[in-house]
């Protein structure tokens, strides 16, 4: 499931570098007085970075220019906090402590953890997720998924006559991926139930199958493209499983620290005899 995850995600834009390889304290722009350096860009960077992911901003200059003007509006509002004379206030007091907490996270986990990952433990990981991961064909299908023989072969008939195989999952499909046409994506021959698995290698490209038995219904399935599965290359997967061994180290340094401390659960909600929850999948940079 790792080797799968790491597939997957290889394809994702990878976080700019904000400073562009220039100077940390560089003055990129002033906002009435105030610097904002290409430091600030950086941390900017790490805040908003997965937003613009998500937003598809990945062109390093436009992605730049959305930084520098995040960066210009927090510093006119931040200009008015301090105007209003909330920098004083309990609840501000309490925000900055807070975050001082999560910086200091943050450098200890950039420093003592991420840094401490050597080349050698990379490989070897991505070594052993390679060779896990089984190569060879890989297909894409839509299926529409029914109760009944019956109205799976009333669907196919429909698809025989120029039926448009989407629009029909979309209305008749009870399958999660009805909605979205019966989109499948990807996967291998062992990744689903064996009849539907059969079945679908079994297809031509743009072919549709007759109905097809499951445990789960009555399929129609249309094969949509077929491809050869490799593994991406160490270079291109190395930052992910640097960030995977690091949340992984991270987890074991914790688990010791919380052994070795004194901790005190004051709120009487709590039960402090319990063992801890499982540890939450937070980030490991403040968002």
Avoid at 169 to 193: C, E, I, N
Avoid at 245 to 250: E, F, Y
Wanted: aromatic share 6%; net charge positive.
């Amino acid at each position: 499931m790792l080797a799968a995850t790491f597939i997957a995600t290889a394809a994702l834009p990878p976080a700019s570098n904000a400073q562009s390889g220039a100077e940390p304290g560089k003055v990129v722009a002033k906002v009435n007085g105030a610097i904002i350096t290409e430091s600030d860009l950086t941390f900017a960077e790490k805040e908003v970075g997965a937003n613009l992911n998500q937003a598809k901003v990945t062109d390093p200059a436009r992605r730049r220019q959305v930084l520098i003007e995040f960066l210009i509006e927090n510093q006119l509002l931040a200009g008015a906090a301090v105007k209003d004379k909330l920098a004083g206030q309990a609840s501000f007091e309490n925000r900055m402590a807070y975050r001082k907490r999560r910086a200091l996270r943050e450098a200890y986990f950039e420093k003592s953890i991420q840094s401490a990952i050597t080349d050698d433990e990379a490989e070897a990981f991505y070594n052993a997720q390679a060779a896990q991961t089984k190569g060879g064909a890989q297909i894409r299908a839509r299926h529409i998924l029914v109760k009944t023989e019956e109205k799976a072969k009333e669907i196919f008939e429909l698809i025989a006559h120029d039926g448009d195989f989407v629009e029909l999952a979309k209305k008749h499909s009870t399958g999660p991926s009805g909605p979205s046409g019966g989109d499948l994506g990807y996967f291998g021959s062992g990744q689903m139930v064996p009849e539907f698995s059969k079945a679908a290698f079994a297809l031509k490209v743009g072919e549709v199958s007759v109905p097809v038995k499951t445990k789960f219904g009555w399929h129609l399935i249309k094969l949509e493209d077929r491809r050869e599965s490799t593994f991406p290359p160490f270079a291109q997967l190395r930052p992910r499983i640097v960030e995977h061994l690091a949340r992984q180290k991270t987890r074991q340094i914790a688990a010791g620290l919380r052994k070795a401390a004194t901790i005190e659960y004051l709120d009487p909600a709590l039960k402090p005899q319990a063992a801890p929850p499982k540890p939450l999948t937070l980030p490991l940079k403040a968002q």
